[in-house]
């Protein structure tokens, strides 16, 4: 299958058992969900799926499902949110060896920015060193990537193919997508401003709101390619509540109550965190229902 990452690619929850082991079985359904509404990828251990939490076994274990489910239909993408060189380029090797098409990879980040040289020979080393082709995660609040460091890799490494640009800043994301040099993809994460995004010319989105309905973002995205603004606006105010209602404390805790609310099995969540308290369960109802979006639940 020739590389294509472009359009709809939710990024799943990890689903774990009460024994806090990978429920592979709610994991494949999950992405036969994604599956059977037109989703254009998929990525799995990202930040959605609590990536930073996750041993290297555990990350191959989910890796490795998703690839045997997706069956080549469509390019699946893992994450990987570790913090330092070594450690990312093991969990790269490993999860390499799953078949996963890319591999979307945070700049190393704990109490300190690394400088552009650091972070232009980081990505030169993790591609080198994996094989695979990387998507950039920008994502991390103290420690963004300028849009001017962005460019520099996407121009000097070939095999860095695009980057996520995550942490609501949609400016970012302007001057991400006016430098990039031909050929880096540019994806939204800013969920609040998807369709925005796609106006200025993001080539797709990887972020949690996709996850939790899927449905409503295929839709936006294809309203948008055919020219159908009306559509793609009325798609917008359906989805921003839902965004509002799980960007919070505990959003992976969140996304997965939205999705038990559907009937969709995402699994228990790691400690430390907790299941949601009522409020915050009758916020993701009352926004899935405003949504219109089915609910079992």
């Given at each position: ?64 499902a ?13 994450g990987?949110?570790?913090d ?18 890319a ?7 704990y ?42 890799v ?8 695009g ?13 991400l997508?006016h ?34 309905v ?26 921003l509540?839902?965004?509002r209602?799980?960007?919070g404390?505990?959003?992976?805790v ?31 109802r ?12």
């Amino acid at each position: 299958m020739t590389l294509d990452i472009h359009g709809i690619i939710p990024p799943l929850v990890s689903p774990f058992t009460a024994d806090e082991e990978p429920d592979l079985d709610a994991l494949r359904a999950e992405v036969r969900h994604h599956l059977d509404l037109g989703v254009h990828g998929l990525c799995v251990t990202g930040s959605t799926g609590d990536g930073q939490m996750l041993s290297i076994e555990d990350s191959v274990a989910i890796a490795r499902a998703a690839v045997e489910e997706t069956a080549g239909r469509v390019p699946v993408i893992a994450g990987i949110i570790r913090d330092s060189t070594k450690d990312v380029i093991a969990y790269g090797r490993a999860i390499a060896a799953t078949g996963v098409d890319a591999l979307q990879v945070t700049p190393v980040h704990y109490l300190f920015q690394p400088d552009e040289d650091t972070t232009v020979e980081y990505y030169r080393r993790v591609t080198d060193e994996t094989g695979l082709p990387v998507v950039i995660y920008n994502v991390i609040p103290y420690a963004l990537i300028p849009a001017t460091t962005v460019a520099r890799v996407l121009d000097e490494i070939p095999n860095v193919i695009g980057v996520k640009q995550s942490g609501g800043n949609i400016h970012q994301l302007a001057d991400l997508l006016h430098m990039a040099p031909e050929g880096g993809k540019v994806f939204t994460a800013v969920d609040d401003l998807l369709y925005p995004s796609y106006l200025l010319g993001a080539q797709g989105a990887i972020s949690a709101t996709l996850t939790v309905v899927p449905e409503l973002c295929v839709a936006q995205w294809a309203a948008v390619q055919r020219g159908d603004h009306a559509a793609a606006l009325e798609i917008h105010n359906k989805l921003l509540p839902v965004w509002r209602a799980i960007d919070g404390p505990n959003m992976t805790v969140r996304i997965k109550a939205a999705l038990a609310m559907q009937g969709r099995n995402g699994g228990h969540s790691l400690s430390p965190l907790t299941p949601l308290g009522d409020a915050e369960r009758e916020a993701v109802r009352g926004a899935l229902v405003a949504a219109d979006v089915k609910l079992v639940d």
